[in-house]
């Protein structure tokens, strides 16, 4: 079994895990490669998933592929290297790009949000911060 294989089966196992406890609505959120996974997911499970959210997002080349099947709205924070435009001109055909949220932190490296991030550094702390809540806003909207 690959890894994409066997994470999907862990989501869909906590899926339905959720609905066995009455929980109606879903985002999923990727974190570099994780956004594969999430956008793999949205595609396979429409009717499972609001909203889907890429932090610092690592699609390996097939951003228009995927995204341009996606019918749900996206969170995108893209860091200095990381794929913006393409993701974007991808989803602006989608019925969920009215609602989704693109921001690119250049300034950024590519895993801000998580383990590269040095959160002593007042620049990257106020990052996080903004894409905590631009992040908690957006699903507040769309779940």
């Known amino acids: 079994m690959c890894v994409m294989q066997a994470v999907d089966k862990d989501i869909n196992a906590t899926v339905n895990a959720l ?3 009455e929980v109606t609505k879903f985002a999923m959120l990727g974190f570099c490669w994780g956004a594969a996974q999430a956008v793999q997911a ?4 429409p009717q499972t998933y609001s909203a889907v959210g ?3 997002p690592s699609l ?3 951003e228009r592929e995927l995204c341009s ?3 749900i ?3 995108l ?3 200095s290297g990381d794929p913006y435009e393409s993701i974007q001109e991808a989803m602006s055909g989608t019925k969920g790009a009215s609602k989704s949220v693109y921001r690119q932190y250049n300034n950024m490296v ?3 949000c998580s383990a590269r991030g040095n959160f002593d550094d007042p620049e990257d702390a106020k990052a996080v911060g903004e894409v905590i809540g631009l992040l908690t806003d957006f699903l507040r909207a769309n779940l």
């Open 19 to 21: 609905k066995a406890k």
């Open 42 to 45: 949205a595609i396979a499970h």
């Open 54 to 56: 890429f932090l610092h």
């Open 60 to 62: 390996f080349g097939k």
């Open 69 to 71: 099947k996606m019918q």
């Open 73 to 75: 709205p996206l969170f």
């Open 77 to 79: 924070a893209s860091a």
């Open 110 to 112: 590519h895993g801000f």
